[in-house]
Nanobody
Framework: QVQFVESGGGLVQPGGSLTLSCVVS????????MGWYRQAPGKQREKVAS??????????NVADSVRGRFTISRDFAKNTVYLQMNSLKLEDTAVYYC???????????WGQGIQVTVSS
């Protein structure tokens, strides 16, 4: 019964900024790694960034393609993960999915996805 509430998507011009939010609920989710994946039309889903649980130190992993532009953060008390996206590029256009899973990954839970469109 893991549930996700994603918000913050929309349309933005190149160079602009957008912040995604994901509130996850369910038993044990505070122990899960959380993160963001994205999938552009005709392409496979790719990991953007992740952050581990507070118990495991909240370690952050960011994809090379967004390093220096995107920042992931987590409110451990509220089970909320954020993705701050700056200097957005056309190639950042995709459906962004909130993800949560134990580590090691014994299960994999996904949000419904939210559209981010970067267009001039």
């Amino acid at each position: 019964q893991v549930q996700f509430v994603e918000s913050g998507g929309g349309l933005v011009q190149p160079g602009g900024s957008l912040t995604l939010s994901c509130v996850v609920s369910g038993s044990g989710v505070s122990l899960y790694t959380m993160g963001w994946y994205r999938q552009a039309p005709g392409k496979q889903r790719e990991k953007v960034a992740s952050i581990t649980s507070g118990i495991t130190g909240g370690s952050i992993n960011v994809a090379d393609s967004v390093r220096g532009r995107f920042t992931i953060s987590r409110d451990f008390a509220k089970n909320t993960v954020y993705l701050q996206m700056n200097s957005l590029k056309l190639e950042d256009t995709a459906v962004y999915y909130c993800n949560a899973h134990p580590s090691p990954a014994l299960a994999d839970y996904w949000g419904q996805g939210i559209q981010v469109t970067v267009s001039s």
